[in-house]
C-alpha cells in the first residue's frame, strides 16, 4: 500500500501523506484533484478506472468482471457523474466488498459530492470500516508566503465524523 506521494504541478507541489485504504479527494474545479490520481495510476499494480454511468450502479459486477483482484491500487474520477443520489450507497457497498476481498487493496476517488461522502461514510460505518477512510481537501493557502500554493487538508475518521454530523463544509 501506498503512503506519500510528492505531486508536481509545473509550478506547484504538493505533498500527500497519510493514505489509508479509502482516499478521497475534493476541491473545486480544476485544483488538481485528476492530476493527482492521474500521477497515483502510474504506480505499480495500479488502475485508473472509466466506468461508464450505467455501470456505476452495478459496480460490483464491474469490478469482479475486471478482475480487480490483482491491482492494488483503484482510481476513479468524478465518481458521482451521470449516478443518482440513490445509487450512491450501492457504489460505495461494491467499493467496500471489493476491498474486504483484497486486503492489499487501496481505493482512491475525487469528487464534488458531499452527498457522495455522505453515503461513503454511511455505508462504512454500517460494515465497521469508518476507520479505513480518510478525506483530503485540496485547496490554496490563501495568505503568508505560502499563498497559493496547494495544500492538502486532510479529515481523519474523528474530523470526517464530526463534519458529516454537523452538516460541516469539507470541499
Known sequence: MINTIDQNFGIDELKIEGFKRINIFVG?????????????SF????VFLNVKN???SNL???????????HQIILM??????LHIDNHPKLWQSVL???????????????HSKEMVKALWETAKNENMENEIILFRITRHTRGELK???IAVSYDTEELEYSMLYNGEFR
Open 28 to 40: 473545486e474545479n480544476g485544483i488538481g484533484k485528476t492530476s493527482i490520481l492521474k500521477k497515483i
Open 43 to 46: 504506480l505499480p499494480k495500479a
Open 54 to 56: 450505467s455501470d456505476k
Open 60 to 70: 460490483s459486477n464491474f469490478l469482479q468482471e475486471k478482475k480487480l483482484d490483482s
Open 77 to 82: 474520477d468524478e465518481i458521482e457523474n451521470g
Open 97 to 111: 466488498t471489493s476491498l474486504k476481498a483484497n486486503p492489499e487493496q487501496q481505493f482512491f476517488a475525487a469528487t
Open 148 to 150: 497559493n500554493k496547494l
